[in-house]
T-cell receptor
C-alpha cells in the first residue's frame, strides 16, 4: 500500500508567478485535503475534495484553486504568488470523512 | 472564530515521565478529533482519531479523550521516551472544515 506522496519536494518562485503542487492519495482513499503551514504555526485548511467535487473551503482567496482527478489525485494551484505564500503545503487523504493521512509536504519559497 | 488552543506551547520532561497535552476548542460542533505528531520540517503522522460518538481512543502508550460538552481533548503519553520528542497537534474536523491548534512542542530528555 502506497502512502500519500507530494511533488515537488521544494520549489522556489518569484512574486506574481503561478505554481501547481501535486498530491497522490493513499490507495483506496477518495478524499483529499490541502493545508498551508507557515513556520511555527499549525496547518491552515485550504480546501477539501471528495470524489472530484470541492467539499469545503477555508479562509483563502480565490487565487488558491484545486482539482481532484478521477484517480483521486489532486492539484493545488496558486496564482499571483505573494511573499506570504511561502510555507509548507501539506496534502492529506482519507476514505470519506475518516482518519486523514498526510504526505511529506512541498516547501514553497516565494522571493 | 473557530479557534483550537493547545496548552502548553512547549514542554520539556525527563525520560520515563507520564504527561498530558491539552487541546480546547470554542465550538462544540465536531465530527472527528484527531491527534498528530510532526517532526521538524516533516509532514504529520496520525496518532489517534476520536469520532464524535466516542469518548477516548488508545494506541500503545497513547490515550486520547474527548469531552465535547466542555470543548476539550487530552492526549496522555505514558512512560515518555526521547523518540517521543516532536510537536503534537490536535485537529477538529466538522465534516467539511478542519481546524488545527498551533501545537505543543515536546522534548523528552534522556
Amino acid at each position: 500500500e502506497t502512502g500519500v506522496t507530494q511533488s515537488p519536494t521544494h520549489l522556489i518562485k518569484t512574486r506574481g508567478q503561478q505554481v501547481t503542487l501535486r498530491c497522490s492519495s493513499q490507495s483506496g482513499h477518495n478524499t483529499v485535503s490541502w493545508y498551508q503551514q507557515a513556520l511555527g504555526q499549525g496547518p491552515q485548511f485550504i480546501f477539501q475534495y471528495y470524489r472530484e467535487e470541492e467539499n469545503g473551503r477555508g479562509n483563502f482567496p480565490p487565487r488558491f484553486s484545486g482539482l481532484q482527478f478521477p484517480n483521486y489525485s489532486s492539484e493545488l494551484n496558486v496564482n499571483a504568488l505573494e511573499l506570504d505564500d511561502s510555507a509548507l503545503y501539506l496534502c492529506a487523504s482519507s476514505l470519506s470523512l475518516n482518519e486523514q493521512f498526510f504526505g511529506p509536504g512541498t516547501r514553497l519559497t516565494v522571493l | 472564530k473557530q479557534e483550537v488552543t493547545q496548552i502548553p506551547a512547549a514542554l520539556s520532561v525527563p525520560e520515563g515521565e507520564n504527561l498530558v497535552l491539552n487541546c480546547s476548542f470554542t465550538d462544540s460542533a465536531i465530527y472527528n478529533l484527531q491527534w498528530f505528531r510532526q517532526d521538524p520540517g516533516k509532514g504529520l503522522t496520525s496518532l489517534l482519531l476520536i469520532q464524535s460518538s466516542q469518548r477516548e481512543q488508545t494506541s500503545g502508550r497513547l490515550n486520547a479523550s474527548l469531552d465535547k460538552s466542555s470543548g476539550r481533548s487530552t492526549l496522555y503519553i505514558a512512560a515518555s521516551q526521547p523518540g517521543d520528542s516532536a510537536t503534537y497537534l490536535c485537529a477538529r474536523d466538522t465534516g467539511n472544515q478542519f481546524y488545527f491548534g498551533t501545537g505543543t512542542s515536546l522534548t523528552v530528555i534522556p
